[in-house]
């Protein structure tokens, strides 16, 4: 039976709350601008510059003298030649080529059936936190088995296919156009919500607001940020309501990251008849951080993103894009490069992974057990101190040694995506020996592809620090002294003793 949209738990609300004075962030417009249309360009230029045509990076890249000097004879300026040579070298296949039907309407059915196993599988109603206006909203939460059923079904056409299974074909096949449609999807996404949040009106019935920064009046600034809180919709004839937000941050993108990545494995398999040691090591890494997090679904109500930040484009492109297509980098570079680490280096990023995992999972349990049951007999023995507003701010434990130690586990996990790449980088020549096949090189590449293969570990990093000074900024404008107190007791932002 089709499930009922979601019940509203609270009174009607009264009105907008007190507004708190809010700043723009990430740079404001100009920010907002640079990013919105600078992160396309990144994924392109990753996707492109780190190719299975000539080499990652692109071998032209690491001479630039001769990249920006044409032919004697040649009547081409410096810039005209050195764009001739990336073409060549990346496969570049025109704009027209970045897009077309079979992708776009491949990621059309990705996001139906993403919705449809939302609608139909068995689900638990979970309460959200209250919101400003006063009231709670209702989540459906089948995230968990919706990605067993979609893994079980790739699964089943892996045993009987091997790496020729449809779905692996495709992705390889597409997969600038898959990104280009994902980009494109993100970008309706936003523009959809944002017209759609001027319909919401102080005490509406449908508990909807606006977040607290995503109103500042600039058009460009709050189509980014994201204007509506929790922008939702009622899927025609079944009644079952969508919270866009909660949908777009656990589902299609998420999951797509492991799906792309396991796509890469199948590629690596279909090159060279086996599966190396580090492809393996990345996806199960990143599979287990995917199905922890929708195992633990409800974990996601009491985030930043959900509690305070809008739905446009920011979160949009986030979850949709960077986060499928930037975070399987190292599947996709090892697909092309099968490294093999080796018994000894296997276990050290093994170990890594492992203590990353413990410091995030079990700081983040702590917290959740706390807010949920401060009597629960796993927190009932830690400090704390009681704010004004209620809220009670945990003083020992784990979050008695830094103030976002859950940060620090997560940025170690990081670690363990990108060490099995080791010193990146390969090109890719004919081959002597065989003519007419190609061989994947090292020489003379070594460590070149370090800004492609380890840019996660240093963007997690900066992303972790702003995301610390954001949640730092909110919480001392809703504790005010209450939280002064707290930082004089938890000294350490995210490192015990170092930051
Ligand atoms: P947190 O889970 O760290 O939550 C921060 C909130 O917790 C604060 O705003 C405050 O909320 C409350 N809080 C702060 N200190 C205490 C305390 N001492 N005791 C009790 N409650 C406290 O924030 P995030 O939403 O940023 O992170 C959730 C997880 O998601 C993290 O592990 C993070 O690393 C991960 N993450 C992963 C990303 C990825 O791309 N892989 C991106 C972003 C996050 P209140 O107002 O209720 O007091």
């Not at 897009?99 to 939302?118: D, H, P, Q, R």
């Not at 917290?367 to 830690?382: E, G, I």
Request: proline share 5%.
């Amino acid at each position: 039976m089709a499930p009922k949209k979601s019940t509203k738990s609270a009174a009607v609300p009264t009105g907008p709350s007190k507004e708190e004075a809010h700043g723009y962030e990430f740079g404001g417009p100009i920010g907002a601008a640079l990013i919105s249309f600078g992160l396309p360009i990144a994924c392109y230029a990753f996707a492109f510059l780190c190719n299975d045509v000539t080499g990652c990076p692109a071998p032209s890249l690491l001479s630039p003298s001769k990249l920006f000097t044409p032919p004697t004879l040649s009547r081409q300026s410096g810039w005209q030649h050195a764009i001739d040579v990336l073409k060549q070298e990346t496969g570049w296949p025109g704009f027209a080529g970045l897009i077309n039907i079979e992708a776009t309407v491949g990621t059309l059915a990705w996001y139906g059936l993403s919705l449809m196993l939302y609608v139909l599988l068995p689900a638990k109603e979970v309460e959200g936190t209250e919101l400003k206006t006063g009231g709670r909203l209702m989540y459906r939460m089948n995230s968990f088995t919706s990605a067993l059923t979609i893994l079980g079904i790739c699964a089943a056409g892996t045993w009987a296919l091997g790496p020729e299974f449809q779905v692996w074909t495709f992705i390889n096949r597409n997969y600038i156009q898959l990104l280009t449609a994902n980009i494109l999807t993100s970008f309706f996404l936003a523009t959809f919500v944002y017209v759609r949040s001027f319909a919401v009106k102080a005490g509406n019935r449908d508990l909807r607001e606006l977040a607290a920064g995503g109103h500042s009046g600039n058009m460009l600034y709050d189509w980014f940020i994201g204007r509506e809180l929790n922008p939702r919709i009622t899927i025609p004839f079944l009644n079952t309501e969508v919270d866009i937000k909660a949908f777009m941050e656990l589902r299609p993108g998420l999951l797509g990251w492991i799906i792309l990545d396991l796509a890469f494995m199948a590629k690596q398999y279909d090159s060279y008849g086996y599966v190396t040691d580090s492809i393996i090591i990345v996806t199960v890494s990143q599979a287990v951080y995917v199905i922890d997090a929708l195992y633990n679904e409800p974990a996601i109500l009491t985030t930043i993103d959900l509690t305070t930040d809008g739905f446009g484009l920011m979160l949009a492109f986030g979850d949709l894009v960077w986060v499928p297509f930037t975070y399987s980098l190292q599947a996709k570079y090892l697909s092309v490069h099968p490294v093999m680490l080796g018994p000894f280096s296997f276990a050290a990023i093994l170990g890594v992974q492992g203590l990353g995992y413990y410091i995030f999972r079990a700081s983040n349990s702590e917290k959740n057990a706390f807010r949920t049951n401060p009597n629960d007999p796993s927190v009932a023995h830690l400090r704390y101190i009681e704010t004004h507003t209620g809220s009670k701010l945990l003083t020992s434990g784990w979050w008695g040694t830094a103030r976002h130690i859950n940060y620090l586990g997560d940025w170690l996990m990081s670690w363990s995506y990108c060490l099995p790449t080791l010193a990146a980088g390969y090109k890719i020549v004919p081959s002597i020996m065989t003519p007419g096949t190609r061989l994947v090189t090292t020489d003379g590449m070594a460590g070149a592809a370090i800004p492609v293969t380890y840019f996660f570990m240093l963007y997690f990093a900066v992303l972790l620090i702003h995301r610390e000074m954001r949640d730092e900024e909110k919480c001392r404008r809703k504790y005010g002294k209450d939280w002064e107190r707290y930082c004089d007791k938890v000294r350490w932002r995210i490192v015990p003793g170092i930051y």
